[in-house]
């Protein structure tokens, strides 16, 4: 039975179907795109090949390759590739992206186009009469001689005689020189060929990327640099009549603004109070997180021996430890409620002591400030009807784990009035919870010390496909209401509800400890979106 530990763990209540709004974006005001070719006009090169791509496509249907063209006219193939790439995006030119490929000369395969093959080198070597081998690797070097020894012979140009090497032939013909200045100018060589070439790693392929162009759908001979603002000058002078503006790109990204960001808390706790402000609700003044049991407890009719009054459950305050101002008649009504009952009651028969109810604590719900509300009501001379709310902190000794931290926020909302029935506490809970976007509710019924009939608030969660439980509620009792001197006929109606689940639903954080404390991501608040409750 007890109104709040384990038990009352279980029962932070889940949110709804909350949706979604995205902030509206921060990146206002609106940045025109970026100018490629302002950023061009700088360099005379890029200015130059412009010049020469748009006049090679004024009379000629297209350019085959952007490589060639490039090499043509002397730029690079990149700064080629930028310009194509603006002059792409304001669609003067189509780019269609070709690949090429071709054979490269290795280092190796440059150095024989120069000096001569290994073979050539080693057949050239070789003296009429012949040498011998110990003399020939003298003159060309171990490299050259091994290289060229296997290649010469594989041609049948040199025989071996014992120790000599002799020509076999009278002259050769370096084909692997010429052929690799064949392939080194660009030349296509047959596939044979190739494939020596390539086993001997004196070539290799390479693949090229690169642009075949045509003129575009707004293809111009040349291009006006757009305007990127109308000014004074443009109106007076008329002159904006010939101008082409730069467009505006709604889609850029500008940077973020260095700004304070609300918590996620603060961001659903306003979307919150905004809902009970439009209810008609007024706000309680909840600055108070050291309370006494007398306000925390005892004035709600909750007995000295409940187990919530364990310091187990509720922090008590080492200093100051009690409070000894309290409202003296008030007090001695509640001691008599306790004990023997009035009003209808038959009281819990036990003997209550007033050091219990002076001991300081922090508050365990906010009901501790709706009871002190309820008090100061009762004090005037002709009772007038409320609607009091509070979103404020809470403390219970409780283990912290992924849901649960030893302090939450609670949400509290009453209407105090003449004749108020379970029927109006069950209409303005769906009032407040469909404005929550939770419209279908069940209520079971439910126990607080303070309240009779109490109900368990259930909402049917689409996402979890379940029923789950939203908050708690009542009506008080006439043991807590009628000590305080509030007329017979006026009822109180009340409901509460944690913060931090809803938030923690809405923003799709799990762990409450990434939320709320020390080990809070910064980023996580700048990023989050704003919510809109009941959207
Ligand atoms: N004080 C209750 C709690 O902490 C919430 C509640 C408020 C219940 C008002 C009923 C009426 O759970």
Not at 83 to 96: E, M, T
Not at 219 to 226: D, L, N, T
Request: aromatic residues 10%.
């Amino acid at each position: 039975m007890g109104f709040y530990g384990p038990k009352y763990a279980k029962r932070l209540y889940l949110g709804w179907k909350w949706k979604w709004k995205w902030k509206s974006p921060r990146h206002l005001p609106l940045r025109l795109q970026p100018c490629p070719l302002s950023k061009h006009s700088s360099n005379s090169n890029s200015v130059m090949a412009e010049e020469a791509v748009l006049g090679f496509l004024q009379t000629k249907e297209h350019i085959s390759d952007s490589h060639e063209f490039a090499a043509s006219i002397g730029v690079s193939h990149t700064e080629l590739e930028n310009l194509i790439k603006s002059l792409k995006g304001f669609q003067i030119v189509d780019a269609q992206e070709i690949t090429r490929e071709s054979w490269v000369l290795t280092e190796e395969g440059k150095t024989y186009m120069v000096n001569g093959s290994p073979e050539a080198l080693f057949f050239s070597a070789i003296p009429p009469e012949g040498i011998s081998r110990s003399n020939l690797k003298e003159k060309l070097g171990a490299e050259i001689f091994d290289l060229g020894s296997k290649a010469a012979a594989k041609n049948k140009w040199i025989t071996f005689e014992k120790d000599l090497v002799k020509r076999k032939v009278e002259s050769v013909q370096d084909e692997v020189k010429n052929v690799l200045a064949r392939i080194n100018s660009g030349e296509a060589v047959g596939d044979q060929v190739i494939n020596d070439l390539k086993r001997r790693k004196l070539i290799i392929k390479q693949t090229w990327k690169g642009y075949s162009l045509k003129k575009g759908p707004k293809y111009v001979s040349k291009r006006k640099k757009p305007e990127t603002d109308l000014t004074r000058e443009h109106i007076v002078s008329g002159d904006w009549k010939n101008l082409e503006f730069k467009e505006y790109n709604l889609n850029a990204e500008a940077p973020q603004i260095q700004a304070g960001y609300l918590h996620s808390l603060l961001e659903v706790r306003e979307q919150i109070q905004n809902i009970f402000l439009e209810m008609g609700f007024e706000e309680m003044p909840t600055n108070n997180f050291v309370e006494s049991s007398f306000w925390n407890f005892d004035a709600l009719f909750q007995p000295q021996q409940h187990p919530a009054r364990d310091s187990h459950d509720t922090f008590f305050l080492e200093t100051p430890a009690s409070t000894q101002n309290l409202p003296e008649d008030y007090l001695g009504r509640v001691k008599l409620v306790h004990e023997s009952g009035g009003y209808g009651s038959k009281g819990y028969g036990y003997d209550w002591k007033r050091e219990e109810a002076e001991k300081d604590l922090l508050r365990t719900h906010t009901t501790a400030v709706s009871t002190r509300m309820l008090y100061a009501l009762a004090q005037q001379d002709t009772f007038t009807p409320k609607r009091y709310y509070s979103i404020d902190r809470v403390f219970r000794n409780e283990a912290v784990d992924r849901t649960h931290l030893a302090e939450f926020h609670q949400i509290e909302g009453l209407i105090c009035d003449r004749g108020l029935t379970l029927g109006d506490l069950i209409g303005v809970l769906e009032d407040f919870f469909s404005r929550l976007g939770m419209s279908k509710l069940r209520f079971k019924p439910a126990y607080n010390p303070y309240t009779e009939p109490s109900m368990e608030i259930f909402s049917y969660h689409d996402g979890l496909q379940k029923w789950v439980e939203v908050g708690n509620s009542g009506m008080f009792r006439p043991e807590m209401l009628l000590p305080m001197g509030l007329p017979e006929d006026v009822n109180v109606i009340a409901w509460g509800l944690s913060l931090e689940r809803p938030t923690m639903i809405l923003y799709g954080i799990s762990n409450i400890r990434d939320l709320f404390g020390p080990k809070v991501d910064f980023n996580l608040i700048k990023s989050n979106p704003i919510c809109r409750l009941g959207l």
